[in-house]
């Protein structure tokens, strides 16, 4: 069977529910057990390496002018309510010190939406000014927030924390100049949300090798809600199952370890934090780690992106690339798997596509990101320039 065809298959099997993989969902649940189970009938041990998470469910959400309905966006993770209260519109952080949000829904524009607010607990690192503004807004006895997206069409959400105490959507910057003409009139807001304690998985596959050297090979499985998540990342998993089916017929060059990541567009990561916390002193092993994250888009080169690579073997996988037709090399990009390895200094190389970062919020965390945006055969191109590069030696690690 060809890699194209088998590379199909997976993401047809990945790529089946239309609200997406959010983690601790049972679409989540079930892309575990596929990658697993795929991993184990090509021989890889497999581990399933646990963690909790909370599950959690939008049922519906209104918002009410007078008698006009407006349209809304929950925000992912928001707790639910019925209220119904007077606005209060804050357009920067010295506006959010000064007022009273007493009984309120704060409203919040300008200089204080102009981004999303970065999650508080994120274990990695930390934004202050947003953790302000948060605190903020719980401290000063809001009943709940909309946030005004400066775009006007399928905003993304600009709150998702599930450690945000306040009910919380997201609004189009046109309904927001709505809300702002209603100056103080009351506003009714009605978020209906279930939220669960719940358990999910890394799962990651190993073949061993008498060697000491580790080649960690990652690909997260989980999405955003309400996103079929077929480039954002299923194109990256059904890439790596394909390679990992294609190199057990042969005697691993290195110890093989593939991560299958869960959690990687959670606010927490919380994939991340247990693979970190299961690592113990394997970081030093790891000669080499390759991220593959929203590969496979048509008419698009996949670009490899390197991070702490030794100059010599850089250059040598740079040839490789010039002599592969659709491969490019790009800048380091930091939003991925590959960054909890980078910041230990060791060896990466991120592989992606061309311009992929300006469809973030148009069609990656969107329901329009399904099957028909990706081209199997640039997966299966993905995947020759993978074991090529798997075949030569890996980097010396420092």
Known sequence: MSDTTRIAEHLAALVLWPGGRPVGSPANLAAEEYIANALRAAGYEVEQQGFDCVDWRLDGVDLWVG?????????????SCDVTAPLAAVADLAELEAADLTGRIALLHGALAAEPLFPRNYPFFTYEEHQRIADLLEQKGARAVIAVSPMHASPAPLIEDGDFRLPSVTVGADVGAVLLMAGRAAITLRLRSVARPGRAANVIGRRAHPSRDKLV?????????????????AAGVATLLALAERLATTEPPTNLE?????????????????YVAGCGGEFGRIALVVNVDGVGLPDAPTTVAFFNCPDSWAEATRTAIRHRPGIAETEPWPQGDHSIFAMQGIACIALTSGGIHSLIDSLIHTPHDTLDRLDPARLAATVDFLGELLARPLPARG
């Open 258 to 274: 593939f991560v299958f990541f869960n959690g990687e567009d959670h606010y927490a990561a919380p994939g991340e934090v247990a």
């Open 67 to 79: 008698d006009g309905p407006l349209p809304v966006m929950a925000n992912p993770y928001s707790p």
């Open 217 to 233: 090979l990652s690909a997260h499985f989980d999405t955003k809600p309400g996103t079929p998540g077929a480039l954002d990342n």
